[in-house]
């Protein structure tokens, strides 16, 4: 059995959630360039990014911190 391409689903609503917001945008360069874009996150998302964000900050300070060399 072959997987459906997106262009052959029926059109139906995808379940989103109740807080999730959206955003698309279309950015057009020159006469042959033209992009399409869309993104979608939840509240739970925006923090999962944060403390991700935060993880990665702290290692860095750690791993970047100055060393003293024992003589």
Known sequence: M???LPSQLPD???????EEMKTSFNLRVG??????GSARIT??????AGIT???????Y???AR??????
């Open 61 to 63: 300070g750690y791993l």
């Open 2 to 4: 072959q997987d459906a």
């Open 66 to 71: 100055p060393r003293r060399w024992r003589s």
């Open 53 to 59: 964000a935060c993880a990665i900050l702290l290692t």
């Open 12 to 18: 139906q609503d995808i379940p989103t959630h109740p």
């Open 43 to 48: 509240p739970a998302g925006i923090v999962t």
């Open 31 to 36: 006469k042959s360039i033209s992009l399409q």
